[in-house]
Each structure stands twice: as C-alpha cells, then as structure tokens.
C-alpha cells in the first residue's frame, strides 16, 4: 500500500514484435509455410516494428481509423533491454492490428497505425518475476467488455524467451530501453480476438496492473 | 545550410559547413572550424524524445525493380527499421562470415520536420526539414519470405550509415531531380537519378500520413535504384547524391579482437 508512485512506463527504444511464435499459430500455418509466396517454413524470428506513433498509456482511447468496423486486439509480453544485453523486466502491451490474411509484405500500414499500442502502466523488474524461468508459469488474459476472449499462457511458444531473446540479439543489439514482444497467440480458428468502438479490452496478468483501452471511433 | 552532428575534443557537437571545413555550434567553441578528418561523424539527426521512427522504401525505381524480378508495386513497398542500425559517415560495416551476397543501397532520406496527419501530396514538401544520404545495406543470403525483407537482412547493427550532412529542405528546391552514383573502391557500380523513383517524396509522405503521424527527426528512406554489386571486406563505398552530400563507408570482416582494416 506504501508503494510510492512511479510515472506510467513508456516504451525509450524500438518496440520489436514477434509473429509465429505461438504453437498453435504456427501448426496453423504449417501447411501453407511451403506454399507460395512463403515458399518454406520462416527460420529466423519473424519480426516487426511497432513505432512510437502506436504507442497509447494505459486508461487512454484507441482511435478506430476512419471505414474500419474492427480491429485485432493481442495481449504480449514485452522484454524491455537493459544495459549489456540483460533484460531490465517486462510490460503488458495490447498489441493491436488490422486484420491481415497474408504474412509475405511488411505490415506497417496494419500494425503502424496512430495509437496501435497499448502499454501497461509498469515494468516490472526481471527478477520479480523470476527471470526467463519465471516467464513460462505466466498467463495473460484478455477481456473484451469485461468477458474473458482469451488466455495465452507464455509456456506455449515457439522460442521460448531465452532463446528469442539471443536469436535476436545474434544480429541485431536490443540497446537499452529496446523492447521485444515475445508474440501473440491466435483462437483455435486462427483468428485474433476483435473490438469495436465502444468497447474497452483489458489485459491482465499476475502482479501487474490491468491494462485497460477503450476503442472509439476516430475523431473526423 | 548543410548540419554535421560530430564528436570531437572528448563531446558531441552540432556543426555546420563552412568553405570546407566544420564550423562547431557549441556554446563554448562557437566559430571554431575544424577539418573533416579531425572529428568522427555522428547520424547527422538531433536527439528525440521518442523513439525515432525509420521507415524504408524497397523496390521504389522501376530499373531496380526489374533488377529483382519483381513487377512495379501498385503500392509503397514500406518496411520499417530501428534506430540502432544507423552509423554515421567514415564508419564501418560488418560483413557477416560466410554470406554470398551483401550489396550497398544508395537512397535519398527524409527527414520530417514538423508533425505530419493526413497530409495531401501538394502540402507535404512543406513537412520536410531536409535530406541526407542512407546506405542502406541488404544481406540477401538471409532473405526470407515473411514478412519480407525481414529484419534479418534489413535491421542489423552497423548496416545503415547516413550522413554525412542534414542539407536545408530550402536548399534542395527539387528533390525528384538529384544524380545518384554509388562507387565501390572508386568504380562506379550504380547510377540512378530521383526523377524515377516510382512513389516520390510528397506521395510517400501522404501515403504514411494517412495512418501513422510523422513526427520532426522522422526518417523515409525512398529506396535505391539499379546497380548493387557485393561488397567485400575492405571495399570502400560511397554513396552519394548530387546536393546532398557522399557518404562513404568501408566494410569490415567479422571478428573477435583486433580489426585489419581500421588502419586502412
């Protein structure tokens, strides 16, 4: 009760996200990953950039754009880089998109969109949660209007957070205040959860504070 | 006006250009000019509050498109890139051990000056602070097709230098008419002009704008024309582009413990 108040986190570096590395998601796919254009399974970390532009504080509105009826909404744990290649701790993101069917081009137009991030109020030191080892016992849950859509259980990954963690850093540094999302998991269809103006989605997890954003429609 | 941002003496210092040398801004040694050689050259960017954000252009001239086998995009072909791939100009990049093909990309970066929403393409040169010169190198040994080009070959450390100058939007009357010529250990390797960049500058601006807000210190790197060779350790490339400046940069082996090639 005596904590003393800290500023709400915000993300200091790039935001990396991580597509495919949910089992469910990429058993899903793994049918198609030698199709065309994929043309074979993904080796390296598929990732993706959300820039500063997504970034929306938890208790603050997410503007729907203009023509779009929904969105995705994703709950993922971001490891947030500290000095030397350690990790500082982690943060809730509501990570939120436009739908997209195909993964061949870069999605900026469907994950860079103005305030497609949400960002859980703290980051909570590395250790309190038990490092890596600590990571892989935590659930997030994920609300829409107060029902539950969905629990993504960070046991489930395809790269564990070691191992993405050093696969990333095997060709690109995650500086200081870097953060990598280590990924979202898809429904047992392959969709994501959706929302719609006027409804508020909430992602929770065990010692951190809910991450709450509502979803308006976007001012003209 | 041309802006350098340097380190000399023990600090970072904003420049300018001046008959050939660098006149330092800072406070204390304001008027002081000092040669290109005796500073090492920083991204020519100023400090952001916010994570900068660096979009990317591929397959933006229709020769280098064709170059790759692809067919013109019908729209921007955008990736985006983190802030810590950039290095600044005389600098070194690391030529993983083992890869087959490693080529330079000389393109012509924005940099957004003011707040940029929903701009339409006739206002948009007005958001631009000015120009530089990226290299925007590719590793095409790790291409895959996710995602595509992924950070892998896009995003890695040391693989985008820039600079060496910020040159004034105002000195730079057309954008759309800039020479650029890339040259590898003095042979030129690629010629291009930003008169066939297939999105110009104020379509990529209303393009981005219609979704995301640029912000000042932003970047747009608008891609590269026909031309990229491989590049060997100890290749020297410069990348340059009429009126804005050439940027040279030297490729470097991968290693533990002492570099062959820093001293030349």
Redesign the interface.
């Known amino acids: 009760m005596n904590t003393p108040w800290t500023p709400p986190y915000l993300?200091?570096?790039?935001?990396?996200g991580t597509?495919?590395n949910f089992r469910r998601e990429h058993a899903l796919w793994a049918p198609r990953m030698s199709e065309a254009?994929?043309?074979?399974p993904?080796?390296?970390p598929?990732?993706?950039?959300k820039?500063?532009?997504?970034?929306t504080p938890s208790g603050h509105a997410i503007p729907l754009?203009h023509q779009l009826a929904e969105v995705e909404v994703s709950a993922s744990l971001g490891l947030v880089a500290g000095e030397g290649g350690r990790v500082a701790g982690a943060v809730l993101f509501n990570d939120v998109a436009v739908p997209h069917e195909s993964?061949?081009?870069?999605?900026?137009?469907f994950r860079?969109?103005?305030g497609f991030l949400g960002v859980g109020r703290d980051l909570l030191p590395f250790d309190a949660l038990g490092g890596f080892a600590g990571l892989a016992r935590l659930s997030l849950e994920l609300r829409v209007h107060g029902v539950l859509k969905q629990t993504v259980s960070l046991a489930d990954l395809v790269r564990d957070a070691a191992t993405l963690w050093a696969d990333v850093n095997a060709?690109?540094?995650?500086?200081s205040?870097?953060v990598l999302m280590l990924g979202t998991d898809c429904l047992s269809d392959g969709t994501r959860p959706r929302a719609h103006a006027g409804e508020a989605v909430e992602i929770t997890a065990v010692g951190f504070h809910p991450l709450v954003n509502h979803f308006t429609e976007e001012l003209a | 006006m041309k802006h350098a941002r340097i380190a000399w003496a023990g600090a970072v210092h904003d420049a300018i250009e001046a008959d050939g040398q660098l006149e330092l801004l800072t406070p204390a040694f304001t008027g002081r000019r000092v040669a290109f050689d005796e500073v090492v050259w920083l991204p020519p960017l100023a400090p952001i509050a916010r994570p900068r954000t660096v979009l990317a252009l591929g397959l933006n001239y229709a020769d280098h498109a064709k170059e790759l086998a692809f067919k013109a995009p019908e729209e921007p072909l955008a990736f985006v890139k983190g802030e810590a791939s950039l290095i600044g100009h005389r600098a070194f990049t690391v030529r993983p051990e083992g890869v087959r093909f490693m080529h330079y990309e000389c393109e012509l970066a924005v940099v957004i000056g003011q707040p940029a929403k929903r701009v339409k393409k006739a206002d948009a040169l007005q958001y631009v602070a000015g120009y530089t010169v990226a290299n925007d190198y590719a590793i095409r040994d790790y291409l895959e097709n996710w995602y595509r080009p992924n950070l892998k070959v896009k995003n890695r450390d040391t693989c985008t230098p820039i600079g060496p100058w910020l040159v004034d939007a105002a000195d730079v009357p057309d954008p759309q008419a800039l020479a650029l010529r890339t040259t590898v250990n003095g042979q030129i390797t690629q010629q291009g002009n930003t008169k066939d960049m297939i999105f110009d500058v104020p379509t990529l601006i209303e393009y981005f704008s219609r979704f995301m807000t640029l912000m000042p210190g932003d970047l747009i790197l608008t891609g590269t024309p026909d031309g990229v060779v491989d590049c060997q350790p100890g290749d020297v490339v410069v990348t340059e582009i009429e009126g804005i400046g050439s940027l040279t940069n030297t490729i470097t082996a991968e290693q533990k413990g002492s570099d062959p090639d820093s001293g030349q």
């Open positions: 993300p200091q570096g790039t935001v990396y597509l495919l254009p994929y043309q074979a993904p080796q390296a598929v990732l993706y950039i820039t500063a532009n997504t970034f754009p993964y061949y081009r870069p999605p900026v137009k860079c969109v103005d060709f690109q540094t995650l500086r205040g870097d």
